[in-house]
């Protein structure tokens, strides 16, 4: 997918165009992590974030389109519109329901996820934690949840529990993932919040209660010493969650590395070079501390 001139430097070239839509999207350190991405593989691009209208998103797709964009990144609210809106979906955003990138070939408009591979690729490459076998508690069933599910059913977890505050959510993402479970062999279950009742090895808070300020979903008895505790949030939102999780002899993880590495599966297949991930996350960690 990358027709972009070898023989040039980007000043020389006309660059190919990226973005990322979303709203609210001010916050959003994508054109940060794909500028450097770029500059660290050679690569010609632009990648600027875009604010669409909320009832506004398939004609500000369009008009992207038209200006030539190759790919873009989709983030809050807009991932299940943009699914719906592409001629072609890959198999594990059909499973999601939703998309997180979006790429042209010959024309036509492809969707694909990436936050599920993001986020098995920093827990077990930057984190080291092995996910066959383990016990996983999933908080959350909304997005983010059901763009993970069907990638960490893939690492053959021996169990994987979903609880959710609308428990009926978390069943119907435990209903349209029955199958997979049962092809890896993995327990796949729906319950209450407060219904785990037992410890984890891994728990992934893939809930807006940090950014809410709603506390701790599920009670702590969910951790034991030496268990992976992350939150998909990063930033402060994420503080309260880790230090639950130090608190309880557990190790906490942000979702700065799941940001970075999904980008990474996106620069990918735009580009067709993988680009240095942990370099990126350790730069985009100092940036942040220092901020
Ligand atoms: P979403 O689709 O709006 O889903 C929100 C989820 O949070 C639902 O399960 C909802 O439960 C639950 N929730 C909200 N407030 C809660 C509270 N006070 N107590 C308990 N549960 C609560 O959002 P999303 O797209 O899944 O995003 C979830 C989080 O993941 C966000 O913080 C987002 O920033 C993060 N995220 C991070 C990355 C990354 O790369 N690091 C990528 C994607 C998402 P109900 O179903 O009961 O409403």
């Known amino acids: 997918m990358n027709t972009s001139s070898t023989s040039s430097t980007p000043s020389e070239t006309t660059l190919d165009i990226y973005c990322v839509f979303g709203n609210p999207i001010a916050h959003s350190r994508s ?17 600027t974030k875009r604010l669409a209208p ?25 991932k299940l519109q943009a699914a719906a809106l592409a001629d072609h979906i890959s198999p594990r955003a059909a499973l999601a329901g ?27 490459i930057n984190a080291g934690f092995e996910l066959k076998g383990r016990d996983i508690l999933l908080i959350g069933a909304g997005g983010a949840a059901a763009g993970v599910l069907g990638p960490l059913l893939e690492c053959r977890p021996r169990r994987i529990i979903v609880a959710n505050r609308t428990v009926a ?23 209450t919040l407060q219904a785990p009742g037992t410890y984890f090895d891994l728990i992934i808070n893939g809930t ?42 557990a190790q906490g993880r942000d979702g700065l ?26 730069e985009l960690r100092t940036l942040l501390a220092a901020a």
């Open 31 to 47: 054109p940060w992590i794909h500028t450097r991405f770029a500059e660290l593989t050679g690569e010609a691009l632009s990648y």
């Open 54 to 78: 909320l009832d506004g998103f398939a004609q500000a797709l369009n008009d992207f389109r038209t200006e030539g964009g190759r790919g873009c990144n989709i983030t809050v609210p807009f």
């Open 98 to 124: 939703a998309c997180n990138v979006l790429y042209m070939v010959d024309g036509q408009l492809h969707a694909d996820n990436s936050d599920g591979i993001g986020l098995v690729r920093d827990i077990t």
């Open 169 to 191: 959510k978390a069943q119907a993402l435990v209903d349209a993932h029955a199958a997979l479970a049962l092809l890896q062999k993995v327990e796949l279950l729906a319950l």
């Open 208 to 249: 807006a209660s940090s950014l809410s300020g709603g506390g701790i979903p599920v009670p702590s008895s969910c951790l034991r010493p030496g268990s992976l505790a992350c939150d998909l949030m990063y930033g402060p939102a994420a503080q309260g969650f880790l230090t639950w999780a130090a608190e309880h002899g």
């Open 257 to 282: 590395g799941m940001l970075v590495e999904q980008a990474g599966e996106a620069f990918e297949m735009w580009r067709g070079v993988r680009p240095p991930t942990a370099q990126v996350l350790a």
